[in-house]
């Protein structure tokens, strides 16, 4: 595929790309505006793991709605990582295709793990309210991940994992400035560590990377993008260089400057 083929194939996928990193954004902090309502700490006291089942039950609906809208703000980040993935891909063809398979299965592997432990944990508060109020360990069963247990990680691990590859990739194509670049690397790590958990720092690289797709950025876009072939973004040391070189540039020859004296003033006497 040529470059201007490429720059095509970019341009007709921008606004799906847009449309989705917004509404990734929106669903993640609807789930957190929802879930804040509805979750509590049930802390590790046997008063309070009893009193657990009973507080799931009465915001069963804000848990499991916190959950589902989150799922959904991680499934649409495949759409978008996968268009940064095919971008850095065309530009940097030795871009590992791991990270477009994670991209897709971390967002779903994680929305139903989400779903999963909430759903499972409402159930189960439901069966202990009728057959079980009172037993400790039935109540501990309420909060236990259960089957979330081993798709929360493995979700968390593989979409951690295609922002550290695909960022680290579009910010050496030049696709990603690199404040861009590292803090999408940094987005990883904090998705892999807390198992998934939203965060104001993945709104905000979202949030700039609609801005990027949508050829808002603040001084153009990177060039990469303009062109279809790999442009790095220069190190600050390469811009410091260049600024020197063109103000090397700019200012006159020292010869010239040895030949220009300032001119004398005559003195003119005094007039009879």
């Known amino acids: 595929m040529t470059a201007e083929e490429q720059l095509e194939r970019e341009a007709a996928g921008r606004r799906l790309a847009v449309a989705a990193t917004v509404a990734s954004v929106t669903l993640q902090v609807l789930a957190v505006v929802v879930g804040s309502t509805a979750r509590r700490p049930p802390g590790e006291s046997p008063g309070a793991i009893l009193d657990a089942p009973r507080h799931v039950s009465q915001h069963a609906v804000g848990y499991i709605a916190s959950a589902a ?15 940064l993935y095919r971008a850095a891909k065309a530009r940097r063809p030795e871009v590992p295709g791991v990270a477009r398979v994670t991209a897709y299965a971390g967002p779903v592997l994680l929305g139903l793990g989400l779903l999963a432990l909430q759903v499972l944990q409402v159930v189960r508060a439901e069966d202990y309210l009728g057959h079980h109020p009172g037993d400790y360990f039935a109540a501990r069963k309420v909060v236990d991940p259960g089957a979330a247990a081993g798709l929360l990680p493995a979700g968390a691990f593989a979409l951690g994992f295609a922002f550290v590859i695909i960022s680290l990739n579009a910010m050496r194509a030049g696709l990603l400035t690199r404040f861009m670049g590292v803090l999408g690397i940094i987005v990883g790590v904090l998705i892999a560590i807390q198992l998934g958990g939203s965060s104001p720092i993945l709104w905000f690289w979202l949030g700039a990377l609609a801005y990027l797709f949508a050829g808002r950025w603040p001084g153009g876009v990177p060039p990469a993008w303009r062109t279809g072939r790999a442009q790095p973004w220069p190190t600050a040391q390469e811009l410091r260089a260049r600024r020197e070189h063109e103000d090397a540039a700019a200012a006159p020859p020292a010869a010239e400057l040895s030949t220009q004296r300032p001119r004398s003033r005559k003195r003119r006497g005094p007039r009879g």
């Not at 989150?70 to 990582?81: E, I, K, R």
Request: charge should be negative; hydrophobic fraction near 60%; proline fraction near 7%.
């Open 69 to 83: 809208l989150l799922a959904g703000g991680y499934v649409l980040l495949a759409p978008v990582l996968d268009y």
